[in-house]
């Protein structure tokens, strides 16, 4: 299985992006796909997560702001960035998860909750 994920780049603040990750690769049932970032010298952190059938939930940094959604058809997972800030600067992942829901969304704010992960793609917000 593989993550690919597109779409960063350099944007003034304020403005707009929408990242992209593809999954390629064996087919499975996924339950759940998130993004996370990781900014220089800080430790990767929680975006947003799209469980199947479920409405986005997103932290507190971003609500809002990110708009997560995900085509079942295309197995591609999206994040709409606007009103971008600086501090919004990091490499950003897609992340998935085919093991069964653990019941809890906090649960699967922990990077370790997932076993496939793209490269990452860079955002950098210029003041």
């Known amino acids: 299985v593989q993550l690919q994920a597109s779409g960063g780049g350099l944007v003034q603040a304020g403005g707009s992006l929408r990242l992209s990750c593809a999954v390629s690769?064996?087919?499975?049932?996924?339950?759940?796909m998130a993004w996370f970032r990781q900014a220089a010298g800080k430790e990767r952190e929680f975006v947003a997560i799209k469980k199947s059938g479920d409405d986005p939930n997103y932290a507190d940094s971003v609500k809002g702001r990110f708009t997560a959604s995900r085509d079942a058809a295309k197995n591609t997972l999206y994040l709409q960035m606007n009103s971008l800030k600086p501090e919004d600067t990091a490499v950003y992942y897609c992340?998935?998860?085919?093991?069964?829901?653990?019941?809890?969304?906090?649960?699967?704010?922990?990077?370790?909750?997932?076993?496939?992960w793209g490269q990452g793609t860079l955002v950098t917000v210029s003041s």
């Open positions: 690769g064996r087919s499975f049932n996924v339950f759940v």
């Open positions: 992340a998935l998860t085919n093991k069964v829901w653990a019941g809890s969304y906090y649960y699967y704010t922990s990077p370790a909750r997932y076993n496939y």
